[in-house]
C-alpha cells in the first residue's frame, strides 16, 4: 500500500514540475496524502486503505490511465493534478500556484463546500469548471462555467416521472415516502413536474409511513388485484431496502408490485432472499454496458496491477480526462461549452449536457448532463436497461 501512495508523489511532483505555454488542465482531487503519510513519508493505514481516502484515489488512478493513453496519442498539453485535502494546499492556495495559472479547464472531484467555491471562482476566472462526482448544482446561478456531469435529484426525478408516463400511465402508482426536510423536496419536485408536463399527468397517490413501518402498513395501500407502481421516494436507504424487503413478501403473496427507486440505490446490494423475485428500477447517468471491450481492457489492466476490480471512479476519471482533453485540443468550435454536444471522443458513458436555463431571465444556470438510464435488477442480476 505505502508503494502505491509513493507511486502517487512521485507523479504528482513530476507533473507539477514545469510551466509551458500549452494547453492545460488542471485536477482537483480529495487524496489526503497528509493524512495518509507521517512527517517521514510512512503511510500510517499499513495495508488498509480507509474509505475516506478511497474515492479521490480511485479517481486520480482513472486521470493517470487516462494521460498515458494520452501521452502515447502524442497530444501536446499539460495535465497538474492537486490534493484538495493537504492541509498546505486549501483551495485558494492551489489556485494561486504557479502551476495553476494558465489553466484551461478544471477537472474536479468535489463536495458541496468545494463546488460552491470552485464555481464561483471558475466564473471569474472565465475557465469551464467540470465537477465529476457532486449531483447537486450547489446554489449556483447565472454561471456558464459549471458543468455537471452526475444529474441533479430534479432531472432524477424528471426522468422517473416520464419514465412512468411512457410504461405505466395506466398503472396505479403509489409514492412512498418518509418525515424529512430531504424527502418533502423530492415530493416538491414531483408536483413541480405535475404541473408542468406536455403528456397526461400520471395519478400518484403519496403516502408517508412512520418509522418502524411494517408490511401490513404498506399492503394497505396497495390493489391486490393489480400490479401497482411504487416509487421509493426518500434517499434514505434503509428506507429503501426495507420498503424493498417488504415488497417482495408481498408479491410472493396476493400483491405484484414493481419498485422504483433513488439514483444512489446503484451501490445498494438487492441480492438475497429478502428481495427475491421483485423488480427494481432506479435511474443512473453512468451506465457501462457489459459488452463494452473498452471497459474490459481497462478492467483487465487495473486488476493485474491493483490485485482488485476498478470502482467507478476510475472509470468517470479516465473518461473525463481523456474526453475533456480531446475537446480543449479541438478545433473544431471556439469554447468548452460549444464542443459538450461533441461526442466522438466518449469512451464509456453517453453524456448529454444541456443548459439549464433560469426560467425569470432565461440565462443559463449552469450545464447538466441529462442523461439517464433505467436499470432493472431482480434478484441482484440486471434484466434490462432502458
Partial sequence: MSCLFCLVVLQLSAQTDSITERRKISVFAPLYLDSAFDASGNY??????????????????????????????GLELDINIFDTRSGKTALQNI?????????????????????????????????????????????????????????????????????????????????????GAQEDRLNAYLKAIEKSTASVPLKLKYVTLN????????????????????????????????????????????HANILLGMPNWDAVNFSGSLYKGLEIIYSTPFYIAPSDSTAARLNRKYSSENYVRPGEMVFRGFETTYQFAHLLLDKSDTTIQQKLGNDKYKIFYDFNIQPVLNKQTGKTDYYENKKLFFVKKTDGLFKAVY
Fill in 44 to 73: 500510517r493505514f499499513g495495508k488498509v486503505l480507509p474509505k475516506f481516502i478511497s474515492p479521490g484515489l480511485e479517481f486520480y488512478q482513472g486521470v493517470q490511465l487516462a494521460i498515458d493513453s494520452i501521452q502515447k496519442q
Fill in 95 to 179: 489556485i494561486d500556484k504557479p502551476e495553476f495559472q494558465g489553466t484551461d479547464i478544471i477537472l474536479a472531484h468535489v463536495n458541496m463546500a468545494d463546488a460552491q467555491w470552485l464555481a464561483h471562482t471558475a466564473k471569474a476566472q472565465n475557465i469551464p469548471f467540470i465537477n465529476v462526482n457532486f449531483p447537486n448544482e450547489a446554489g449556483v446561478t447565472d454561471n456558464p462555467q459549471y458543468v455537471i456531469l452526475n444529474s441533479t435529484l430534479f432531472t432524477h426525478c424528471e426522468g422517473l416521472y416520464r419514465f412512468m408516463q411512457k410504461n405505466y400511465a395506466l398503472s396505479p402508482i403509489v409514492v412512498f415516502r418518509k418525515k
Fill in 211 to 254: 418509522d418502524g413501518f411494517t408490511t401490513e402498513d404498506v399492503s394497505a395501500q396497495l390493489n391486490p388485484n393489480k400490479t401497482t407502481i411504487i416509487m421509493s421516494a426518500s434517499l434514505d436507504v434503509n428506507f429503501g431496502m426495507r420498503l424493498a424487503a417488504q415488497l417482495s413478501e408481498l408479491n410472493a403473496g396476493t
